[in-house]
């Protein structure tokens, strides 16, 4: 019996038996797919992104915009086969890549329908950072592009927030993986086929956190890619007052001030409009 560990919760969960703290077992789950238009401009291009989302998830953010999925894991079970099968639809579609979120539960079958089907077109690995070394030196002969979010430096923050006080310590030497493994290759379309786009959501109330996030991955940020998010919406039942609203213009300004103060010279900015539920997608697979 497989005992779990492909997260940094390594729950040991055998998960022909039973769920893991990720809220999935052994079998696949996806809530949707389809062509996205809302990724960033080398991602999406002009005929989207080919996005497939994944149940479950190891982190339990309170602000979770996804969490019909990564909580309550509406969806459809599928097999490798027929991830694969996903695959070289999407490419057949004219995507412009194949992209997984929320993969990290899944990473050993999704390793598996790449091997039975590796599309022509790049694989990007779209997560939320909290992922182990090993893993990524695993990802690294079938993933082309990673698209990790940086979330957190503070201990007390990650666990008020997200569940875990760990995240920082499995998500930077992570993220600095990617960046080594992926240099950023952009092709004669303008599009990205290899690298990695580093993505910051910038909090209400958590400047400071914002400041420090910024700092760590300038240190690491190579050739990479800094997306500034000015996405978020308070979604359902949210138990901590400050979040309970969008950031100001105050806070994005200031944030993209930071970002301008470290240096960074590959910045995508999410216009200040995007605040809104109309950017998530209705869950109807
Ligand atoms: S991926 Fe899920 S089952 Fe595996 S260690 Fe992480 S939480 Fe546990």
Redesign the pocket.
């Known amino acids: 019996m497989h005992k779990?560990?492909?997260?940094?919760?390594?729950?040991?969960?055998e998960?022909e038996k039973a769920?893991?703290?990720?809220?999935?077992g052994d079998k696949i789950k996806i809530a949707k797919y389809y062509l996205h238009p809302f990724e960033e401009p080398v991602i999406s291009g002009v005929s989207g992104s080919g996005t497939i989302f994944f149940c479950?998830c190891?982190l339990k953010c309170c602000f979770c915009q996804n969490y019909e999925l990564s909580r309550n894991l509406r969806g459809k079970e599928i097999t490798s086969y027929e991830l694969a099968d996903i695959f070289k639809f999407l490419e057949d579609e004219g995507a412009n890549n194949v992209n997984l979120v929320s993969p990290?539960?899944?990473?050993d079958k999704i390793i598996q329908a790449l091997k039975i089907y590796k599309p022509k077109i790049p694989v990007c690995y779209n997560t939320h950072g909290y992922e182990k070394v090993e893993l990524i030196d695993l990802l690294n002969d079938f993933v082309d592009i990673y698209l990790p979010d940086f979330k957190y430096v503070s201990p007390d923050r990650s666990l008020r927030y997200s569940g875990v006080a760990n995240y920082f310590e499995y998500a930077f030497p992570a993220i600095e993986k990617m960046i080594k493994s992926k240099p950023c290759v952009i092709g004669d379309d303008g599009l990205l086929k290899q690298g990695v786009i580093v993505r910051h959501l910038i909090l209400p109330q958590n400047l400071d956190e914002t400041r420090k996030v910024l700092s760590a991955l300038k240190s690491i940020i190579g050739d990479a890619y800094l997306s500034l998010m000015s996405q978020y919406t308070p979604f359902g039942e949210l138990k901590y007052p400050e979040l309970k609203r969008k950031i100001t213009l105050r806070e994005y300004n200031a944030a993209v001030s930071f970002a301008r103060a470290e240096g960074f010279e590959k910045v995508f900015l999410q216009n200040f409009s995007s605040q809104s539920t109309e950017f998530i997608p209705s869950w109807d697979y």
């Open positions: 779990c560990s492909l997260c940094p919760l390594s729950c040991n969960a998960r769920v893991g703290a990720c809220g999935v479950g190891s990290t539960q899944y990473s």
